[in-house]
């Protein structure tokens, strides 16, 4: 009964409009965290000796090479990725009629 009431309540939640601005803090603090990893990913490997830098990235290109998988991105991502398209569209025309 308990997992009834949650998915009901997830639902409901489902249904109602996305919020403009939680979605704009959401977008601006996925951002800034990739801002950060690319910073952090460049301070790592300045300081990395030649060596070190040459024997991994042999084993990088070992690794992906040998499974292509993760370029395709995942069908999660797809879906999400049209939806907001279709929420952008739909919101243009509405902005336009």
Known sequence: ?????????????MNQPL?????????SGQKAAA???????ARYLLHLTTEVALKTYLELQREF???LSWLSPSPLLVAMRRALIRIAE???NHEHS
Not at 1 to 13: D, F, G, K, P
Not at 35 to 41: K, M, T
């Open 19 to 27: 919020n403009d601005r939680v979605v704009k803090e959401w977008l």
């Open 65 to 67: 090479n040998s499974d």
């Open 35 to 41: 801002n950060r990893n690319a910073l952090d990913r």
């Open 90 to 92: 739909q919101k243009e």
């Open 1 to 13: 009964m308990v997992a009834q009431m949650n998915l009901s309540n997830e639902r409901n939640t």
